[in-house]
């Protein structure tokens, strides 16, 4: 489907440049071999994007499904072949089944792989006047993974803590494949779905002007881009490339010493590139955002309506940045958990048998459930799952590989320091509550991935 694609939009530019005959008799053929195939196999099972996991019913299939048949119309259109129609009627069924991809939350890959990347590539690279980059359903598929990928990543919590914005997304939650990390083309391309959705917000208000956006229309992006009520089309559009342009900054800071090489992956501990060298797609998803970008400048105005704090984990404003705007909305500040530093404390029991229990942790990492790892000197503050005994607890041990400890909590929230009071130390075979006993944030005011910063009003980082 995509040479399909691709071919069809090869022989426009041959039509246009003068060169029909080749159109019709090289590129034709062609497109035709291609989408034989496509018209009776469209619903098989087949490959994900990675090329890991089978399924019938992929999304970024679906979506490429549709928009490669449509192109391939249009072509067939012009150079007067009368397959246009049977193109466009496939991919109607294409359309008609795709539907079920919202769950209400957000867009599904599949069944097999819900979380994943591969549903914000589809929707900046195939939307034709579905799932459209400025949709509301664009948005909730946004904001849900980028969470989910702040969590996943030790950089992004790293880059937060330092007041850096935007945000690095890799392929989906748990990716094992050379260490799981951020990718720089899916980076981009989050970068272009802002860049897009900014592109159609303001065409709509060549039409509409400067409209006020509805709360419940609009609520999505009012929520990811913390846009108050009574913001406008205009502060959207900002917010949107201001967004756009954090993410691409902080791929650009991971990547601007290697001197224009672009590589696969970042490392999601160092921050350095990895993996394959030199990948195409991802110096073309690097160039078609900065392209996208480019129609869009010069820069819009600030927001004046966005707020400085989200608890979504979404790209947001940092009143700590030079560049940020004055706020028109609340500025109390969330509840603070799954910092970068805890601190535990204890008068009771624990404090008084391990004194060196008591201090600062730093987050070092994240385990395979997505929960942080503390470490203080030689004693680390993590999370046990035990299948085979089907314990879990966070637990203090000389080993983040433990999965036991002689002190725990056994509530299974997402984060130590939002953890309820319950402690326990076990002293000559016997388990003993410490009331006194609690892990709070340590001075750092982030919520779980909530530090990312739209705000660039200078432009992409250069």
Same mark, same amino acid.
């Given at each position: 489907?995509?040479?399909?694609? !691709?071919?069809?939009?090869?022989?426009?530019?041959?039509?246009?440049?003068?060169?029909?005959? *080749?159109?019709?008799?090289?590129? @034709?053929?062609?497109?035709?071999?291609?989408?034989?195939?496509?018209?009776?196999?469209? *619903?098989? $099972?087949?490959?994900?994007?990675?090329?890991?996991?089978?399924?019938?019913?992929?999304?970024?299939?679906?979506?490429?499904?549709?928009?490669?048949?449509?192109?391939?119309?249009?072509?067939?259109?012009?150079?007067?072949?009368?397959?246009?129609?049977?193109?466009? %009627?496939?991919?109607?069924?294409?359309?008609?089944?795709?539907?079920?991809?919202?769950?209400?939350?957000?867009?599904?890959?599949?069944?097999?792989?819900?979380?994943?990347?591969?549903?914000? +590539?589809?929707?900046?690279?195939?939307?034709?006047?579905?799932?459209?980059?400025?949709?509301?359903?664009?948005?909730?598929?946004?904001?849900?993974?980028?969470?989910?990928?702040?969590?996943?990543?030790?950089?992004?919590?790293?880059?937060?803590? !330092?007041?850096?914005?935007?945000?690095?997304?890799?392929?989906?939650?748990?990716?094992?494949?050379?260490?799981?990390?951020? @990718?720089?083309?899916? $980076?981009?391309?989050?970068?272009?779905?802002?860049?897009?959705?900014?592109?159609?917000?303001?065409?709509?208000?060549?039409?509409?002007?400067?409209?006020?956006?509805?709360?419940?229309?609009?609520?999505?992006?009012?929520?990811?881009?913390?846009?108050?009520?009574?913001?406008? !089309?205009? *502060?959207?559009?900002?917010?949107?490339? #201001?967004?756009?342009?954090?993410?691409?900054?902080?791929?650009?800071? +991971? /990547?601007?010493?290697?001197?224009?090489?672009?590589?696969?992956?970042? *490392?999601?501990?160092?921050?350095?590139?990895?993996?394959?060298?030199?990948?195409?797609?991802?110096?073309?998803?690097?160039? +078609?955002?900065?392209?996208?970008?480019?129609?869009?400048?010069?820069?819009?105005?600030?927001?004046?309506?966005? &707020?400085?704090?989200?608890?979504?984990?979404?790209?947001?404003?940092? =009143?700590?940045?030079?560049?940020?705007?004055?706020?028109?909305?609340?500025?109390?500040? =969330?509840?603070?958990?799954?910092?970068?530093?805890?601190?535990?404390?204890?008068?009771?029991?624990?404090?008084?048998?391990?004194?060196?229990?008591?201090?600062?942790?730093?987050? /070092?990492?994240?385990?395979?459930?997505?929960? #942080?790892?503390?470490?203080?000197?030689?004693?680390?503050?993590?999370?046990?799952?035990?299948?085979?005994?089907?314990?879990?607890?966070?637990?203090?041990?000389?080993?983040?590989?433990?999965?036991?400890?002689?002190?725990?909590?056994?509530?299974?929230?997402?984060?130590?320091?939002?953890?309820?009071? &319950?402690?326990?130390?076990?002293?000559?075979?016997? @388990?003993?509550?410490?009331?006194?006993?609690?892990?709070?944030?340590?001075?750092?005011?982030? &919520?779980?991935? %909530?530090?990312?910063?739209?705000?660039?009003?200078?432009?992409?980082?250069?």
């Amino acid at each position: 489907a995509l040479r399909a694609m !691709a071919m069809a939009k090869w022989g426009q530019i041959l039509i246009d440049s003068g060169h029909e005959s *080749d159109a019709k008799t090289t590129i @034709w053929p062609l497109i035709k071999f291609d989408l034989e195939w496509v018209t009776e196999n469209w *619903d098989s $099972t087949g490959c994900d994007l990675w090329e890991e996991v089978r399924s019938d019913d992929f999304f970024f299939n679906r979506m490429a499904f549709i928009y490669c048949l449509n192109a391939a119309a249009d072509f067939a259109d012009q150079i007067g072949e009368s397959l246009g129609a049977s193109y466009r %009627s496939v991919a109607d069924d294409v359309r008609a089944v795709i539907t079920k991809h919202w769950n209400g939350n957000y867009l599904y890959e599949s069944e097999n792989r819900p979380d994943d990347g591969a549903t914000i +590539h589809a929707i900046t690279t195939f939307s034709l006047d579905l799932y459209t980059p400025d949709s509301e359903e664009a948005a909730a598929t946004i904001r849900y993974l980028v969470k989910a990928f702040c969590n996943e990543y030790p950089i992004n919590q790293e880059d937060n803590d !330092a007041g850096d914005p935007g945000i690095l997304i890799g392929r989906y939650p748990n990716d094992s494949y050379a260490g799981g990390n951020p @990718w720089q083309l899916l $980076t981009a391309i989050l970068a272009e779905c802002f860049y897009a959705g900014a592109t159609i917000t303001r065409k709509k208000m060549e039409t509409r002007g400067n409209y006020q956006l509805s709360s419940t229309e609009n609520a999505q992006w009012m929520a990811l881009l913390n846009l108050d009520a009574g913001a406008t !089309a205009s *502060d959207l559009a900002a917010a949107q490339v #201001s967004a756009g342009d954090a993410v691409l900054t902080r791929m650009h800071n +991971h /990547i601007k010493a290697d001197g224009g090489k672009v590589d696969e992956q970042i *490392d999601k501990y160092t921050g350095k590139q990895a993996s394959a060298e030199n990948l195409t797609w991802s110096y073309a998803n690097i160039l +078609h955002a900065l392209h996208t970008r480019k129609g869009l400048s010069p820069d819009p105005p600030g927001p004046t309506t966005t &707020t400085a704090k989200t608890t979504e984990g979404g790209p947001t404003n940092n =009143p700590t940045d030079p560049t940020a705007n004055p706020t028109d909305g609340p500025t109390d500040a =969330p509840p603070q958990t799954c910092c970068s530093s805890v601190m535990f404390e204890s008068t009771g029991a624990i404090g008084t048998s391990n004194p060196e229990l008591v201090g600062s942790y730093r987050r /070092i990492g994240t385990d395979a459930t997505g929960r #942080s790892v503390y470490k203080k000197d030689d004693v680390y503050l993590h999370y046990v799952n035990d299948v085979a005994y089907k314990f879990e607890a966070w637990v203090f041990s000389s080993s983040a590989d433990d999965l036991m400890g002689d002190v725990v909590n056994e509530d299974t929230n997402k984060c130590v320091d939002a953890t309820a009071p &319950t402690w326990e130390i076990l002293t000559d075979n016997s @388990w003993q509550a410490d009331s006194t006993a609690k892990v709070s944030c340590d001075g750092n005011t982030d &919520t779980c991935c %909530s530090g990312l910063s739209i705000t660039s009003t200078a432009g992409i980082a250069s």
